[in-house]
């Protein structure tokens, strides 16, 4: 690589882009536009709430008023399975998250811990769940805060330390901030996609890449000034979108490190994509049709606009091979969860596919008119 | 290092294949260090194709192309520093200004050294160094790919048909702008599918139709070898001197309706004529009689006119 070369064509599209007000109007208006119209449509969603799998394989009076109290304090929408119902088939086939299991010989315990006071008897509850879910350790969290409370009303005294967790908890997740990250992951997408397949196409048919081809720029300089350029326009329109969300919205999110290196990943794979499907189409048009046609299907599979967990199983296995879906879920774990490990796995798979891609673009780049 | 060729390019039975059309035949011929070497023929002859291989843009389907003793397949990393390029039709950033644009392709180049405002002087826009690339005409579009082909300083040029669609004056000014860089020193490989154009600036015309040379040499050795002739146009609106002229036995062919090119051997024949013609009370508008030029060899030597575009459109 070249950072001579790099900054020269970082420089001249930075210029044009500058200089083209429709471009900088796009860039910066359709991604605030979004957010300013689902933002409004789910403003006054209520708060978001989790579904919870609940098998009480117990069936008495004091289990289902456990449950009840979970579904009360914990606000969880819960979805009762039969107890004949094997718990790990129906995980797998249903995608829950996760499912809390309450054994049988639980109202049993509960009235000798009670009526005898001994404190050797105690439950186990069984929590089955699936990792790859973003949702899952935000759900762990409620349910252990839930039974913690109902641990020290059966003791009677007061906690002595107050978990910070218990404040976080209090916190009201609401739609709009979910709703946030995925747009961010789906704008970078459509922005690095269509502008690589148009301004390679354009320059492609203009000759302008005939002529570059009879300079030294090679073509891991041309991809690399492609990405930085894109990333830069993902910086900006990402900034405009996360003040309208502050600014209208008032929304909470936590802004660290993952979001940059989320921006990257996605602008690395999509840009990658750009570049073979310039590649593989002769015309801007057949060129425009095939980034529609991957980023269509993209946008409404990978969970952008709504929690995958309210999709039926079927699609939320598609959407576990979409590139975009790694970035929404890792994106949402790091800007509402808080959750490092799960950005990390998440930025791992998309990391691993930008990687391919951008091996791809370089190989599929020719600067040759033929071979 | 490379060893130091006598000739700059070496062309050795070049041939280019697109599927089943033979575009380029079966080429060779050298360029010589320092001469215009120009690449002559109609739309569609090949000459797009045979520049875009000797300077490294297309591959070759067969045949050996040396630059500087370097085979193109193989040296593009050493070659491109040295050669500096207009491709047909050149086009660059349309936001992108007058110097902006050099100083980019200066950079590609990693040249530093670049003297970018004396290049503009060179291509004469001075006064349009801040005016964006769109905004400016066909003449001044190519004197900036002029410019730009020039911002490493190459040993060799390649200009593609450098003043198609331009006015003669414009056109003039690219003809001095090429003369300038031969004095330099520089080779211009150049193609063209303007007679004047080649014959005014060529030292080495190589005349290609269809995809074969036909004929290659001098402007001035190829009319003496094949045009021992004076050309005789008659204008006239009156059919019966073009048939006069048609009975006296004389190649002849119509320009148009008006015009009648009659090949004579000696200023001898042109006196019988005009004397036939009087004979024969047919009436004349002008006369016009001149020494060959090199689309009479194109003439002569495939029957076609250099300016008659073939079916199918433009070729790139
Ligand atoms: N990339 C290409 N693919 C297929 N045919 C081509 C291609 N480029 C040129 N040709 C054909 O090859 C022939 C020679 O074209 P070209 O070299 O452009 O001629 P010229 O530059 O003399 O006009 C033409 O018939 C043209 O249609
Ligand atoms: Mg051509």
């Not at chain 2, 050996?64 to 660059?92: A, Y």
């Not at chain 2, 004056?169 to 150049?190: C, I, N, Q």
Request: net charge neutral; hydrophobic share 45%.
């Amino acid at each position: 690589m070249n950072p001579r070369v790099v900054g020269a064509n970082l420089v001249v599209s930075l210029k044009s882009f500058y200089r083209a007000k429709p471009a900088m109007f796009f860039t910066i208006a359709f991604p605030i536009l979004l957010i300013l119209v689902f933002g409004a449509l789910f403003m006054n969603q209520d708060n978001m709430s989790f579904d919870l799998c609940v098998q009480d394989l117990d069936h008495t009076d004091s289990s289902s008023q456990l449950v009840k109290t979970l579904e009360l304090e914990g606000k969880f929408k819960v979805i009762r399975i039969e107890p004949s119902v094997n718990a790990a088939q129906y995980t797998r086939d249903n995608k829950s998250s996760l499912v809390l299991t309450i054994p049988k010989g639980y109202e049993g315990a509960f009235l000798q811990r009670m009526a005898l006071n001994d404190p050797d008897t105690s439950v186990t509850l069984t929590y089955l769940y699936d990792l790859s879910s973003s949702l899952v350790f935000m759900k762990i969290h409620i349910l252990n805060w839930v039974f913690s409370g109902i641990n020290q009303k059966m003791t009677g005294v007061p906690p002595f330390i107050r978990s910070a967790e218990t404040s976080m908890l209090a916190r009201k997740y609401r739609f709009v901030e979910f709703f946030v990250p995925g747009i961010i992951a789906m704008s970078v997408m459509i922005l690095s996609l269509f502008g690589t397949v148009h301004l390679n196409t354009e320059l492609r048919q203009k000759g302008v890449i005939r002529k570059l081809s009879t300079t030294p720029i090679t073509r891991t300089d041309w991809i690399l000034s492609n990405i930085l350029y894109q990333f830069i326009l993902a910086v900006l329109s990402t900034t405009a979108m996360l003040l309208v969300s502050y600014a209208a919205f008032s929304v909470s999110l936590q802004i660290n490190a993952w979001l940059p290196v989320f921006m990257l990943l996605d602008v690395f794979a999509f840009v990658g994509i750009g570049m073979i499907i310039t590649h593989f189409t002769k015309e801007a048009e057949s060129a425009a049709a095939a980034a529609n046609a991957i980023s269509f299907p993209m946008m409404f599979l990978s969970g952008s606009f709504f929690p995958l967990e309210m999709m039926p199983g079927f699609m939320q296995t598609v959407a576990r091979i979409l590139p975009l879906y790694y970035v929404n879920e890792g994106l949402r774990a790091s800007m509402i969860f808080g959750d490092h490990m799960a950005a990390l796995r998440h930025s791992a798979v998309i990391g691993v596919f930008a990687a391919v891609v951008f091996i791809l673009g370089i190989i599929a780049t020719q600067w040759e008119e033929d071979q | 290092m490379t060893k130091k060729a006598e000739h700059a390019i070496e062309v050795e039975n070049l041939t280019k294949r697109y599927g089943d059309l033979l575009a380029v035949n079966d080429l060779s011929f050298n360029v010589r260090q320092g001469e215009i070497f120009a690449l002559l023929g109609p739309n569609g002859a090949g000459k797009t194709t045979t520049v875009e291989i000797i300077d490294t843009i297309r591959m070759p389907t067969s045949g050996k192309v040396n630059l500087f003793g370097m085979d193109v397949t193989k040296s593009k990393h050493e070659i491109v520093p040295r050669i500096g390029v207009l491709p047909q039709g050149f086009s660059s950033f349309d936001r992108i200004t007058v110097k902006e644009t050099i100083q980019y392709y200066s950079r590609l180049f990693s040249c530093g050294n670049t003297d970018i405002d004396g290049l503009i002087e060179l291509v004469n826009l001075k006064d349009k160094t801040r005016e964006q690339y769109k905004n400016l005409s066909g003449g001044l579009k190519q004197r900036l790919g002029i410019a730009i082909a020039l911002v490493n300083d190459p040993e060799v040029l390649f200009l593609d048909e450098p003043t198609t669609g331009l006015d003669p004056r414009a056109r003039r000014e690219v003809w001095d702008l090429m003369l300038g860089l031969k004095e330099k020193g520089k080779t211009v490989f150049l193609t063209t599918h303007y007679m004047e154009e080649a014959e005014f600036l060529a030292d080495t015309v190589a005349i290609i139709s269809r995809g074969k040379i036909i004929a290659m040499g001098s402007p001035e050795a190829l009319i003496e070898s094949n045009a021992k002739y004076l050309v005789l146009t008659l204008r006239s609106v009156d059919e019966k001197a073009f048939d006069i002229v048609r009975k006296m036995g004389f190649e002849s062919v119509h320009d148009n309706h008006k015009d009648i090119r009659v090949r004579v051997e000696q200023m001898d024949d042109v006196q019988k004529i005009l004397n036939t013609i009087q004979e024969g009370r047919a009436s004349l508008l002008s006369l016009d009689v001149r020494k060959p030029n090199l689309e009479d060899v194109f003439l002569k030597l495939t029957g076609e006119t250099l300016h008659k575009e073939p079916a199918g459109g433009v070729a790139q």
